[in-house]
């Protein structure tokens, strides 16, 4: 199979049902963002602590169900969507992080380790990739659940790398307002 087709040369892609959109279309963008978001956590693992990268590895198994639900203007039944249970998975992992942590006192500079400071950054992306899924869903049906996921994959990744951060030693940063 090539891995070029043309199809795209003229500035259209083909959704999951085969019709065609130009590029900079929201659902591209949203589903676009996402896949920026996946590459970058790629970029952070192995963090050199197991259960973080399983988590990690987890998520990105979730953020290709994601993309596919986002490519899906129409989902049939057994087409892959963005469930409940996947937020929720991503709960129970803040949770179960969170009790390793300090109360959060106040905000934190975004930094710390090498991987601490990227989750940070995949943070950020997931944040926009939630901008872009709350547009089209102005516009288009989406599914709630993957708009959910995304705005609690930023806290996940918010947790995760404030885990990572204590335990490589490295201190948090509250940003000084003065």
Known sequence: ????????????????????????SPRIEAYGTVDEANA??????????DDVDEMLRAVQDHLHVLQADFANPDPDEGDPVVRERHTD???EWIDELDEELEPLRSFV????????????????????????????????????????????????????????????GVPE??????
């Open 173 to 178: 940063d509250a940003p000084d307002y003065e």
């Open 109 to 168: 500079l975004p930094s710390g380790s090498e991987a601490g400071a990227k989750l940070h950054h995949a943070r950020t992306v997931v944040r926009r990739a939630e901008r872009r899924a709350v547009d089209l869903a102005n516009d288009e049906p989406v599914n709630a659940e993957a708009v959910a996921y995304l705005n609690r994959l930023s806290d996940a990744l918010f947790t995760f790398a404030r885990v990572v951060n204590a335990r490589d």
């Open 89 to 91: 998975q991503l709960e």
């Open 1 to 24: 199979m090539p891995i070029y087709t043309g199809r795209g040369d003229e500035g259209k892609t083909d959704l999951r049902d085969m019709s065609r959109v130009s590029k900079t």
């Open 40 to 49: 970058l956590i790629g970029t952070i693992r192995p963090t050199g602590y």
